[in-house]
């Protein structure tokens, strides 16, 4: 079992920066894939970063690409979202989440079991 706890979020305007934190319980948390979602409203849920066990792969969403870094310190039980150059578009609710189990990068919600409440973020124009 892992419970989540995302910090971080805010109101930043556009071209600025967050740092997104997601601290994990548990014991099994080196051995879960980590994700990061968003969703806004009145939008589905969509994926934005993922990163693997180790921290040594990560992938991302085409949107995001090039302005957020997803990191992880196991140790800490912690993974990050680093968000730079903000846009208005970036304004979302985003959940931090774990997967079942797999390790590797994942990208589908379906394949993450342990989901955070969620932390807004809100970027202004």
């Known amino acids: 079992q892992v419970q989540l706890v995302e910090s971080g979020g805010g109101l930043v305007q556009a071209g600025g920066s967050l740092r997104l934190s997601c601290a994990a319980s548990?014991?099994?948390?080196?051995?879960?894939?980590m994700g990061w979602f968003r969703q806004a409203p009145g939008k589905e849920r969509e994926f934005v970063a993922s990163?693997?066990?180790?921290?040594?792969?990560?992938v991302y969403a085409d949107s995001v690409e090039g302005r957020f870094t997803i990191s992880r310190d196991n140790y800490a039980n912690t993974v990050y979202l680093q968000m730079n150059s903000l846009k208005p578009e970036d304004t979302a609710l985003y959940y931090c989440?774990?997967?079942?189990?797999?390790?590797?990068?994942?990208?589908?919600?379906?394949?993450?079991?342990?989901w955070g409440q969620g932390t807004q973020v809100t970027v202004s124009s």
């Open positions: 548990g014991r099994t948390f080196s051995s879960h894939a």
């Open positions: 990163i693997n066990w180790s921290g040594g792969r990560a």
């Open positions: 989440a774990a997967d079942r189990g797999y390790g590797t990068v994942q990208t589908t919600p379906g394949s993450y079991d342990y």
